[in-house]
Each structure stands twice: as structure tokens, then as C-alpha cells.
């Protein structure tokens, strides 16, 4: 079958099918024809429809056979999965065909690996090779430089919830909401450090705040299974506990993952969401309660709080455990309204500027230039 023609410089996303890729591009428009055309992630052999990883793009037998289907490669996530020559055969690849490759730095620190090692030479190999390099902060861009040589230029993240929502009117609610969602215990998740400073902060926080305090736990149902890979046992115990006999305040909600209608509902029906981070760099979680007006207590992890702007508040290193009496006047400073959020006027603008400067990236590639912080398009 032959695709049908499409406007604009074609740009081939590793992943398209991630509402980062989503939102950096214009919103739709009949008004006038695209500057960018975003090409749909190509079939996975024997995955279900919809999966996009490993992705067919990222295999340099691939790129050859079609490098006429599109005018640049932009690459996001799934490159852990190739070894280092699988890479650079890849990289050779492209740079045989002429076909320029953006990367964008959106991990510095895999959220998904305890061994760093391998993920480190990787972006070594990618920040050296690629024609365009961006990141979603300045303090990324600082380290990858003083890692890697080469500065990224900074474009930020955009919003992450839809549109049309951005507006909607926070949930009205007598009490503090604390809410924390362990989902399946993510490799860089560690909610022990946190959790029991957390239970033993909760009732303290009536007499400092004048409103009664409530922490809303959910977990997917396999964190409860002992043979689940990231099973911890410690916390299995706890999370036990607390559902035959909850303490007044605190609620454990233990079901099947939330579609993205559910989850945007659930983070704005907390007032606080904690985020027991072991590491990061950024977080589209920060980016969603940023859209929601939802404030963020976390440890002092990657760039949350430059990206979250405003409304992400750091309890100390992520390797020692709060202390209740800290997570109290933290708390305590949450309780007073919600952060302000930029709402969907912002949020149209600022991803229009995106699109604008992510064309200009392409553009600057398709011609030929090195394209990051010190060279920008």
C-alpha cells in the first residue's frame, strides 16, 4: 500500500503514540497545513496493536529499508533495550543515509534502572552523535554538559493533561488530601522511606492546619503479590495493615490501573501528591499536577523543582527518610490553596511556541547545522 502524501517535514517519533510527542506540535487546525507531519509509530512484529516498543525504528536494518518515509528521526524513550554496537551500527546507519536524528535528553537518571551504567553510555553515544539535542531544563542542560561536553538547548515540557480540562474547577473538600500513588512500584519508586514519616505526620496536621487530614494510598493489585518482581515485602506488610484495620485518616485503594479520564480525576481530587522518587529528572506526574492544580511533595530528586515551578515542594535528600515533624510544616503550607496553575490560555501559547521552535530544529537539521544550547536554530 502505498501512504497516502502528506504536508510538512515528516518527523519519525521514537515513540509518536506518547502525549509528550502530542504536545509539542500544534494543536489541530484546519486553518492552514502543518509545518510538521508526526508519522504514526510502524507495527510492532507479534506485539498487540497499539504497542509501540521495541521500536522497528531504532533497528538499523529498518532505517535502511525506509529511510525514504520520513525527513527526520526524533527520538524520546525505548533505546534500553539496544547494546552499545547495536547502537552505534544504528547511528552509522543514519548518518549514511543523510537522515538527521534529534534527541531529546528527557532522563538523565533512568527512571526504569537501577544500573546506570548502560544508560549512561547510551547517552554518551547520543549526545555526541545527534544533529539536534534538547532537554526540558536548565539543570539538565547543565549536567549533560558537564557529563557530556554538549549542552542541549532547553525547550520545557508541555502540559500533559487535555485541553480541555485544563480549566475545570478543582473539587471542593472540608478536608487535606494527601495522596499517594504507588501504581507498580516503578524501579525508581521506594515508598518506604516516606510512607511511615507520612502515617505518623497525618494527625498532627488538624492542629497546625484547622482542617482534618486524610492519606489516600492506592497501590495495583500486584504490589500485594509476594511473587511480583519488584515485590517488597516491608511494604506488603504495611499496606496489609492498614486495610484490615485503617487508622482514622488514611485510606489504601488497591485495584486495577486507572485509564487517563480516572487518573486525571484522582490527582485533582487530592490536594497533595507525593511522589516517593529514589531518583529522576523530570516527571510528567509534576507536569500533570502542574496542570491541575495539584501540589507535589517530593524528595530533592533531578529538576522537579525547576520544572514544577512553584508547586513541587522538596522534603530533603531522597536517601534519608523525613522526619514526621518536617512533612507536617510542609504539609502544613499546602493547606492554605492550591498552587497556581497555568491554565489552558497559557498552556495553547506556550505549545504553539513549542511547535514553532521544535520546526525550527528540524528545519535547521534537514540543512545541514548541529542544532543545541550553543548553537540554537
Given at each position: 500500500m502505498v501512504p497516502e502524501p502528506v504536508s510538512g517535514v515528516r518527523v519519525r517519533h521514537v515513540p509518536a503514540a506518547h502525549p509528550y510527542v502530542e504536545h509539542v506540535h500544534a494543536l489541530p487546525?484546519?486553518?492552514?497545513?502543518?509545518?510538521?507531519?508526526?508519522?504514526?509509530?510502524?507495527?510492532?512484529?507479534?506485539?498487540?496493536?497499539?504497542?509501540?516498543?521495541?521500536?522497528?525504528?531504532?533497528?538499523?536494518?529498518?532505517?535502511?529499508?525506509?529511510a525514504h518515509e520520513q525527513d527526520v528521526l526524533h527520538v524520546h524513550f525505548g533505546v534500553e533495550g539496544r547494546s552499545l554496537p547495536e547502537l552505534r551500527a544504528w547511528l552509522d546507519a543514519l548518518a549514511d543515509l543523510g537522515l538527521p536524528?534529534?534527541?531529546?535528553?528527557?532522563?538523565?537518571?533512568?527512571?526504569?534502572l537501577h544500573d546506570?551504567?548502560?544508560?549512561?553510555?547510551?547517552?554518551?553515544?547520543?549526545?555526541?552523535?545527534?544533529?539536534?539535542?534538547?532537554?526540558?531544563?536548565?539543570?539538565?542542560?547543565?549536567?549533560?554538559?558537564?557529563?557530556?561536553?554538549?549542552?542541549?538547548?532547553?525547550?520545557?515540557?508541555?502540559?500533559?493533561?487535555?485541553?480541555?480540562?485544563?480549566?475545570?474547577?478543582?473539587?471542593?473538600?472540608e478536608e487535606l488530601r494527601i495522596g499517594m500513588h504507588l501504581k507498580s512500584l516503578r524501579t525508581n519508586v521506594t515508598p518506604m522511606r516516606v510512607l511511615p514519616a507520612l502515617l505518623e505526620a497525618v494527625p498532627h496536621l488538624a492542629a497546625r492546619t484547622g482542617r482534618p487530614a486524610v492519606?489516600?494510598?492506592?497501590?495495583?493489585?500486584?504490589?500485594?503479590?509476594?511473587?511480583?518482581?519488584?515485590?517488597?515485602?516491608?511494604?506488603?506488610?504495611?499496606l496489609r495493615r492498614l486495610l484490615d484495620d485503617p487508622p482514622p485518616g488514611v485510606e489504601v485503594l488497591v485495584g486495577p490501573r486507572l485509564d487517563n479520564v480516572q487518573l486525571w480525576a484522582a490527582l485533582q481530587a487530592v490536594d497533595v501528591s507525593v511522589l516517593p522518587y529514589a531518583w529522576a529528572t523530570h516527571s510528567g506526574w509534576v507536569e500533570a499536577c502542574r496542570d491541575l492544580g495539584t501540589w507535589v511533595l517530593s524528595p530533592d530528586v533531578g529538576h522537579l523543582e525547576e520544572q514544577g515551578a512553584g508547586m513541587v515542594i522538596a522534603w530533603g535528600p531522597p536517601h534519608q527518610a523525613p522526619l514526621p515533624s518536617r512533612l507536617v510544616d510542609l504539609l502544613a503550607l499546602c493547606a492554605a490553596g492550591p498552587p497556581a496553575r497555568p491554565g489552558a490560555q497559557a498552556r495553547a501559547a506556550q505549545r504553539a511556541e513549542l511547535a514553532r521552535r521544535h520546526a525550527q530544529v528540524y528545519a535547521g537539521v534537514i540543512d545541514g547545522r548541529r542544532i543545541d544550547g550553543g548553537s540554537p536554530p
Open positions: 487546525s484546519t486553518a492552514s497545513a502543518p509545518a510538521v507531519a508526526v508519522l504514526p509509530d510502524p507495527p510492532v512484529p507479534g506485539a498487540p496493536p497499539g504497542q509501540w516498543w521495541p521500536h522497528p525504528a531504532l533497528e538499523e536494518a529498518w532505517v535502511r529499508e525506509h536524528l534529534v534527541h531529546t535528553v528527557h532522563d538523565v537518571d533512568h527512571p526504569h546506570q551504567r548502560h544508560h549512561r553510555e547510551q547517552l554518551a553515544l547520543l549526545v555526541e552523535r545527534a544533529d539536534g539535542l534538547l532537554t526540558l531544563s536548565e539543570g539538565a542542560a547543565q549536567r549533560v554538559e558537564r557529563e557530556h561536553g554538549r549542552r542541549p538547548l532547553v525547550l520545557p515540557h508541555p502540559h500533559v493533561v487535555p485541553m480541555d480540562l485544563l480549566d475545570r474547577p478543582r473539587p471542593v473538600h492519606l489516600e494510598i492506592r497501590a495495583h493489585p500486584e504490589v500485594l503479590d509476594p511473587d511480583f518482581t519488584r515485590h517488597d515485602e516491608a511494604l506488603a506488610r504495611l
